[in-house]
Nanobody, 123 residues
Framework: VQLQASGGGLVQAGGSLRLSCAAS????????MGWFRQAPGKEREFVAAVSGSGGSTYYKDSVKGRFTVSRDNAKNTVYLQMNSLKPEDMAVYYC?????????????????WGQGTQVTVSS
């Protein structure tokens, strides 16, 4: 399984970006997908996740109401729409897929990771 994250860039505070994570090598429609981020000097943290069916979504408290995670299983792709971006959202964003059971909010349970895409928010 290979995950390719894209869509990062430089945006002013209050702006929007849409991240995409395209999977190849295996259909991931049955598996949970997550987004994590890591800022310089900080640990990787959970941002958002979506269940295999897309019926359940999960968010870090600080992004609720601003970020939306979704998936298109026909395209084997998951998205993270980020609105009202803040400087504290600046980080490298990673997508990942979890093929087993368990919580989607825990980074350690994921099986495959993408390479990351940089999100820079200017104030």
């Amino acid at each position: 399984v290979q995950l390719q994250a894209s869509g990062g860039g430089l945006v002013q505070a209050g702006g929007s970006l849409r991240l995409s994570c395209a999977a190849s090598g295996r259909a991931l429609s049955r598996y949970g997908m997550g987004w994590f981020r890591q800022a310089p000097g900080k640990e990787r943290e959970f941002v958002a996740a979506v269940s295999g069916s897309g019926g359940s979504t999960y968010y870090k408290d600080s992004v609720k109401g601003r970020f939306t995670v979704s998936r298109d299983n026909a395209k084997n792709t998951v998205y993270l729409q980020m609105n009202s971006l803040k400087p504290e959202d600046m980080a490298v964003y990673y997508c990942a897929t979890k093929m087993g059971s368990g919580r989607l909010t825990i980074a350690g349970g994921y099986d495959y990771w993408g390479q990351g895409t940089q999100v820079t928010v200017s104030s």
